[in-house]
């Protein structure tokens, strides 16, 4: 069975710079607390200093690209370098409903697939694997997204990217720039960031 992927737009942010070499091996999940195309215009701003590289509609029915997979986005402070930053559309309170959850599942598979990254929850940010932008503590910000203090729900959504990750075809595309989402998108500013 082939993995399903919502349909890929891009909106180029501004806020990003260079990995400068490091390897990705971590990706970071957050909410925006706020929908979707407040989320997108913001993290687009040059003004607001944050991006991700990708933000999912509350529905699961499209996402948004910001920033190139190769480039640095600014949304877990330390953990920048070697991250990949999706963000969730909503809010947290609200819940999130089955759509969103199993695009975001989906999605975090893929990536995760194709970037060699283990299916794994990388409970402090420190190894391999995926996390929330929680999990990442003072370092990465000191933020309790994308589900708060609900510890079952995050294990549910763990084993809903793990067991979505074994639908992941090999050499499967999504969006128009595959394998890697790494078109050239034009930035008005590049700036040093730590």
Sequence with gaps: MTLMLPPLKQNHSPNF???????????VEHDTQGGYSGAVFWLCNAHSDVSAH?????????????????????????????????????????????????????????????????PIWSQNGMEPGFCTHRDLGVMGGSHDDPFGDDANDWLKYVARVQEAYKNVTPGQVWGQHNPILDSPMPSTRLALRG
Aim: proline fraction near 3%.
């Design 54 to 118: 990708f933000v999912v509609k509350e529905d699961g029915s499209e996402a948004t690209q910001l920033v190139p997979i190769s480039m640095r986005a600014w949304h877990a402070c330390d953990f920048n370098s070697r991250s990949i930053g999706k963000e969730w559309s909503g809010y947290e309170t609200q819940g999130y409903g089955e759509g969103q959850l199993q695009a975001n599942a989906n999605i975090t598979a893929w990536l995760l697939h194709e970037y060699g990254i283990p």
């Design 17 to 27: 710079n260079s990995r400068a070499g490091t390897k990705i091996d971590l990706l």
